[in-house]
């Protein structure tokens, strides 16, 4: 199968740099490199849409120092890999709230986005400041406004809340690395039939090869939505 969506929660870079007797920070920038290697290794996974959790809108609570930190890495993330990604076909597409971030951070979104516009081989959606239940009361906000709302109409007013997309496209797999198995907020919509899969390994440890046995497991699964198995 190829076309998939997958989601990921990166989780377990604080307390995988904790273990090791470093700052919580360290972690982050070395969760950064795993990004790198995941991005690289998705589309000859057959996944064609990526959405990783880069930041939640209850990771606001955080010390403003790690806020502060987190959003430099998003930062320089965008404006060093941007070169690499266009030049291997991956559109970059920030979901989530834009108007409580800086606006340096803001302007290299939007250059990122309009400089990868024509990528074709992956579409990477990195969630920032992104809840899902806000983003719900949004798209339910305006289809209070509107009569006789159907499910499909929901499914593109979400999509449209988020940015102005025109979809919510569902997720075919979620990953958590990091051990912990919740879902905090993240794509409940979207995740509806999604099929899920928890690992111990920390982000920092999660790389392309960690990304393909999910897949592997991913691909023994049966999926029957609601329906019955078919007998063999
Ligand atoms: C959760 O792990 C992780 C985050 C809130 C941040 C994710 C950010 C990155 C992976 C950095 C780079 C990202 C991009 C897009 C360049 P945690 O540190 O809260 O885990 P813990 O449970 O061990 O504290």
Same mark, same amino acid.
């Given at each position: 199968?190829?076309?998939?969506?997958?989601?990921?929660?990166?989780?377990?870079?604080?307390?995988?740099?904790?273990?090791?007797?470093?700052?919580?920070?360290?972690?982050?920038? *070395?969760? !950064?490199?795993?990004? @790198?290697?995941?991005?690289?290794? $998705?589309? #000859?996974?057959?996944? /064609?849409? =990526?959405? +990783?959790?880069?930041?939640?809108?209850?990771?606001?609570?955080?010390?403003?120092?790690?806020?502060?930190?987190?959003?430099?890495?998003?930062?320089?993330?965008?404006?060093?890999?941007?070169?690499?990604?266009?030049?291997?076909?991956?559109?970059?597409?920030?979901?989530?709230?834009?108007?409580?971030?800086?606006?340096?951070?803001?302007?290299?979104?939007?250059?990122?986005?309009? *400089?990868? !516009?024509?990528?074709? @081989?992956?579409?990477?959606?990195? $969630?920032? #400041?992104?809840?899902? /239940?806000? =983003?719900? +009361?949004?798209?339910?906000?305006?289809?209070?406004?509107?009569?006789?709302?159907?499910?499909?109409?929901?499914?593109?007013?979400?999509?449209?809340?988020?940015?102005?997309?025109?979809e919510a496209p569902d997720v075919?797999?979620?990953?958590?690395?990091?051990?912990?198995?919740?879902?905090?907020?993240?794509?409940?919509?979207?995740?509806?039939?999604?099929?899920?899969?928890?690992?111990?390994?920390?982000?920092?440890?999660?790389h392309g090869s960690e990304l $393909?046995?999910?897949?592997?497991d991913f691909r023994a699964r049966?999926?029957?939505?609601?329906?019955?198995?078919?007998?063999?």
């Amino acid at each position: 199968m190829t076309d998939l969506h997958v989601a990921i929660i990166m989780d377990g870079n604080g307390r995988w740099a904790t273990a090791r007797g470093r700052p919580r920070n360290w972690g982050h920038r *070395q969760g !950064a490199e795993s990004v @790198r290697s995941v991005v690289g290794a $998705a589309p #000859d996974l057959g996944i /064609r849409t =990526l959405t +990783l959790y880069a930041f939640s809108s209850d990771n606001w609570k955080r010390p403003q120092s790690e806020v502060s930190v987190l959003m430099k890495l998003f930062r320089r993330y965008l404006r060093t890999e941007i070169d690499e990604l266009r030049d291997n076909g991956v559109r970059v597409k920030v979901i989530g709230r834009r108007d409580r971030l800086a606006s340096g951070l803001v302007t290299a979104i939007e250059r990122a986005e309009e *400089q990868t !516009a024509g990528g074709e @081989r992956l579409e990477l959606r990195l $969630a920032v #400041d992104y809840s899902s /239940r806000d =983003l719900m +009361l949004e798209a339910i906000r305006i289809a209070a406004a509107a009569s006789d709302i159907e499910r499909k109409d929901l499914v593109t007013l979400i999509g449209h809340a988020m940015n102005g997309d025109g979809e919510a496209p569902d997720v075919d797999l979620l990953i958590r690395t990091g051990g912990e198995r919740r879902l905090s907020d993240f794509l409940l919509w979207e995740c509806a039939y999604a099929e899920l899969y928890f690992t111990p390994t920390m982000w920092p440890e999660f790389h392309g090869s960690e990304l $393909a046995a999910a897949m592997d497991d991913f691909r023994a699964r049966d999926r029957r939505f609601g329906r019955v198995a078919v007998a063999s």
